[in-house]
């Protein structure tokens, strides 16, 4: 029998800061994950784009987010000893003269003059990408979020305190004190399944509204570029002459298979922006976890109080994930209260 403060269920980026936080404050926890090669995290470009839409529209509470999201990946470099967090200008190409107009607007506002730029990009990539409706820059960032999950993968593994298998509903015996789930008893048990919690039968009130995103990994001999190019879709370097470009928004098939109709679609968008050949190295799909009012969803079971959540971290699991994760935490260990816009009871009333 293993006896555990905590039990996480779900290893992606939420499931990933959550145990950094209980780590971090001591306390013990085992995590069981499938593994799936294909979990929106392991897929996920890894982008913070602090100004978003067309209107160019500051991120939901982006002020708080991406302060505590840039400290704690740079604590975690400091335990992994590898690089995970990245400023990184966005190069966006504007669509519309409305949109070049939008964003002059915006440049003025106050508040805004730290993540908008009007500097001329140093490199002319006239003959590369299509940029006859002129762009602005965005100061954006990138995280590692493929190795860092890989990276604490191996490191629980190797504590013996990650169990790779699939998480069974019908095997979890939940008890005034805590939980028993096979040889595992908890006092808490977390879920952070991401979009799979649609099945958990716990949380079925979750108002999931999630979309299916697809990606290429391509290989673009005649780019060179140590930002990020964004007109429609993303495009990210990876390394050498690597890139990553997504996504589409899919809301009826959500699965985690690629398919010829989100190929087709982001191939037409890569027609838009690139003037050069290309070779897709990979295609690979994934389900975003979105909540109907977009926003995340965390805190106890109102009936079962041994029983958590941490989801919903929709399209911007890696800015948003840590400061969430943290909050999540607090109040488990503290009381500390949750915040209305995220806590789970909204859905529960
Ligand atoms: C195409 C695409 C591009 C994206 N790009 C970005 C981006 O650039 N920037 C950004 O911030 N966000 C991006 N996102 C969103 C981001 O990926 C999500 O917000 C985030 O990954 C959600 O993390 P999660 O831990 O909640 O879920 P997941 O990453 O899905 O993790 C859930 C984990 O739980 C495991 N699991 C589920 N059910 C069970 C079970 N029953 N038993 C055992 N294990 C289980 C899964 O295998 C997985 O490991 C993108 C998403 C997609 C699909």
Known sequence: MKETEFLIVGQGI???????FLEKA?????????????????????????????RFVKSWRIE?????????????????????????????????????????????????????RTDPLQQDLSEIINDSGGYGIVNG?????????????????????????????????????????KDIHAKTLIFCEGF????????????FES????????????LSISYIIKKNQFIVPLEKDLFWFGSNYEWDDLTNIPTAKGKAYLEERLADILKVDYEIVDHLAGVRPVLK????????HPAHRSIAIL?????????????WAKHLVDHLLEGTVLDTEVDIGRFFN
Request: hydrophobic share 35%; net charge positive; no cysteine.
């Open 64 to 116: 708080d987010l991406l302060p505590f999201a840039k400290t704690t990946y740079q604590e975690m470099e400091e335990f992994t000893k590898m690089p995970l967090f990245k400023e990184l200008a966005i190069i966006r190409y504007f669509q519309s003269i409305a949109e070049g107009n939008n964003w002059v607007t915006k440049t003025a506002y106050e508040g805004y003059e730290k993540y908008l």
């Open 293 to 300: 009012d977009r926003r995340p969803a965390l805190g106890r």
């Open 26 to 54: 001591g306390r013990s926890f085992h995590i069981i994950d499938n593994a799936h090669a294909q979990s929106s995290t392991k897929i996920a470009g890894g982008l913070i784009n602090p100004i978003t839409g067309r």
């Open 311 to 323: 989801n919903g971290l929709g399209t911007k699991g890696a800015s948003i994930g840590p400061y």
């Open 141 to 181: 960032a990138k995280v590692q979020v493929g190795p860092i999950i890989h990276f604490f993968q191996q490191y629980y593994l190797q504590k013996e305190r990650l169990h790779q298998e699939q998480f069974d509903y019908s095997q979890l015996v939940i008890q005034n004190e805590g939980v028993q789930y």
């Open 196 to 207: 799979s919690a649609k099945a958990n039968p716990w949380f079925t009130a979750l108002p």
């Open 211 to 222: 979309a299916k995103g697809e990606v290429l990994i391509l290989k673009i001999p005649q």
């Open 14 to 20: 939420a499931g990933t800061h959550v145990a950094w």
